[in-house]
Every structure is written in C-alpha cells, then in structure tokens.
Nanobody, 120 residues
Framework: QVQLVESGGGLVQPGGSLRLSCAAS????????MAWYRQAPGKQRELVAT???????DYTDSVKGRFTISRNSASNTLYLQMNSLKPEDTAVYYC??????????????WGQGTQVTVSS
C-alpha cells in the first residue's frame, strides 16, 4: 500500500510564505512525475506545479515566479515553497504521484489534502 501525507498548510497573511511537504511511503518501486494540485471552494481542482523524475518543472501561469516545486528522490518527498501569497491562492492543496509499485505496475496516488488560507 502507498500513502502520500501532506503537511505545512495553515493561515497566512497576504504576502506571506508557506512550505508544503508531501511524504510518499509504502510499496514504491519508483516515482515518475509528482505534482501539486489545488481546489478552491466551488471550483474545479487545478494543476499548480509538476516536477519529473529528471527534475524538470512546470507551473500554472498564476503561480510562476512565486511558487517553487522540488523533490527529494532519496526520501520520496515533494515540496512546494509558496511566496508572495495572495488571497486567491486559498484552497486545499493536494499532492499527486504517478509511481510504479511494482516494476510493471503503475498507478496514480493522491494525498488527503492540506488547507492553505491567505487572509488578513
């Protein structure tokens, strides 16, 4: 069984920073792309940032220059450094991993989500 556990969410004032973490554990053979998604109330879940196993990153336009995604492959941990936070960044943030749990068995896993609230 594979688990993704997020941490680091909370309440922050506009302009502030937060760092989210996502630890993957369990029966993991290898991890391909990891990503952060978010879902605001009444809105669809959206892709925020991705990082491949070779370290290539991509971001949605609204967070470019403010958020940084990174991963530690040795510990199977994903991070999202969020700076210059805006009220519109308020959402539940979800970690996603596309991984192999056996050499020829791949699946998509999600964390339980962590709330990020940006408000004065």
């Amino acid at each position: 069984q594979v688990q993704l556990v997020e941490s680091g969410g909370g309440l922050v004032q506009p302009g502030g920073s937060l760092r989210l973490s996502c630890a993957a554990s369990g029966s993991i053979f290898s991890i391909n792309t990891m990503a952060w998604y978010r879902q605001a109330p009444g809105k669809q879940r959206e892709l925020v940032a991705t990082v491949t196993d070779s370290g290539d990153t991509d971001y949605t336009d609204s967070v470019k220059g403010r958020f940084t995604i990174s991963r530690n492959s040795a510990s199977n941990t994903l991070y999202l450094q969020m700076n210059s936070l805006k009220p519109e960044d308020t959402a539940v943030y979800y970690c996603n991993a596309k991984l192999y749990y056996r050499p020829n068995r791949r699946a998509d896993y999600w964390g339980q989500g962590t709330q990020v609230t940006v408000s004065s």
